[in-house]
């Protein structure tokens, strides 16, 4: 019925395209698309916007607000579609370049860089329900030595192991990415130190008694070392718990 009702399902569920119409009671289309532009979850969300206005100062304004499109009433049914199918295309040609951002295209795995754009939603989350989280930092033992003994196509078949055996020993719910080189991070969700801990041993435990085969001469045996850290109270953020987890991998090392 107008933008606060629609700023309310919007919060509950993201949308990928709105149509939104300009004039609205109590919250405009102008406020609420500048309230979208500002929620982390529908920055990429196509907004076109209906307006009875044609003046080119109130089309620039629109569209400075954050409107993808606008198209001015009345509606013809026709072009209406039309709008629809080229914002289709558009989204659809953002879906494939920010998943492609955001994936490490060697391993599969998120970039560090999503990482903490997906871990400060699931930090969020944690505070406000007051639920454990815990990090773990994983870093392949020996890594450069295999890249100077065998070369790097065969250390990039290792990276490629290890980032399967990650995807296969967690959750859904919990974040994995390369964090850098042969380094990777785990953000456990729900977890505490203690059941961080064990799965971190469990995986330590499997990749050390896993043989990666490559072609038909090279078998190789690997092991990694691993960091684990749960949020605490005065855990200021969650680059400090990376930070916590990386100086146990330190140690660990």
Same mark, same amino acid.
């Given at each position: 019925? /107008?933008?606060?009702? *629609?700023?309310?399902?919007?919060?509950e569920t993201p949308a990928r395209l709105v149509v939104t119409d300009l004039e609205m009671p109590n919250v405009d289309g102008m406020?609420?698309?500048? #309230?979208?532009?500002?929620?982390?979850?529908?920055?990429?969300?196509?907004?076109?916007? =209906?307006?009875?206005?044609?003046?080119? %100062? &109130?089309?620039?304004?629109? $569209? /400075?607000?954050?409107?993808?499109?606008?198209?001015?009433?009345?509606?013809?049914?026709?072009?209406? $579609?039309?709008?629809?199918?080229? *914002?289709?295309?558009?989204?659809?040609?953002?879906?494939?370049?920010?998943?492609?951002?955001?994936?490490?295209?060697?391993?599969? $795995?998120?970039?560090?860089?999503?990482?903490? !754009?997906?871990?400060?939603?699931? #930090?969020?989350?944690?505070?406000?329900?007051?639920?454990?989280?815990?990090?773990?930092?994983?870093?392949?033992?020996?890594? %450069?030595?295999?890249? &100077?003994?065998?070369?790097?196509?065969?250390? !990039?078949?290792?990276?490629?192991?290890?980032?399967?055996?990650?995807?296969?020993?967690?959750? %859904?719910? /919990?974040?994995?990415?390369?964090?850098?080189?042969?380094?990777?991070?785990? $953000?456990?969700?729900?977890? !505490?130190?203690?059941?961080?801990?064990? #799965?971190? /041993?469990?995986?330590?435990?499997? =990749?050390?008694?896993?043989?990666?085969?490559?072609?038909d001469t090279i078998e190789l045996q690997l092991s990694a070392s691993f960091g684990v850290a749960q949020r605490m109270r005065d855990t200021a953020s969650i680059e400090a718990l990376v930070d916590m987890a990386d100086q146990a991998l330190l140690v660990a090392k």
């Amino acid at each position: 019925s /107008d933008g606060a009702e *629609a700023m309310e399902l919007l919060t509950e569920t993201p949308a990928r395209l709105v149509v939104t119409d300009l004039e609205m009671p109590n919250v405009d289309g102008m406020q609420l698309i500048e #309230w979208l532009r500002r929620q982390p979850t529908l920055q990429f969300t196509y907004v076109l916007m =209906l307006t009875a206005r044609t003046t080119a %100062k &109130d089309m620039i304004r629109v $569209l /400075d607000a954050g409107a993808n499109e606008f198209i001015t009433k009345p509606v013809q049914r026709e072009e209406f $579609l039309a709008r629809i199918r080229a *914002a289709r295309r558009i989204m659809e040609l953002e879906a494939i370049l920010n998943q492609q951002a955001r994936i490490d295209s060697l391993s599969g $795995l998120l970039t560090q860089r999503s990482f903490y !754009d997906s871990a400060r939603l699931e #930090w969020s989350r944690s505070e406000r329900f007051e639920q454990a989280i815990s990090c773990v930092m994983i870093d392949i033992d020996y890594f %450069k030595r295999i890249n &100077d003994t065998y070369g790097h196509p065969v250390g !990039d078949e290792v990276i490629r192991a290890v980032a399967t055996m990650l995807k296969s020993s967690t959750r %859904k719910i /919990d974040l994995i990415s390369r964090y850098g080189g042969e380094e990777f991070c785990v $953000l456990l969700s729900g977890a !505490d130190e203690f059941h961080a801990t064990a #799965w971190a /041993d469990r995986v330590r435990k499997l =990749l050390k008694s896993h043989t990666v085969q490559i072609g038909d001469t090279i078998e190789l045996q690997l092991s990694a070392s691993f960091g684990v850290a749960q949020r605490m109270r005065d855990t200021a953020s969650i680059e400090a718990l990376v930070d916590m987890a990386d100086q146990a991998l330190l140690v660990a090392k």
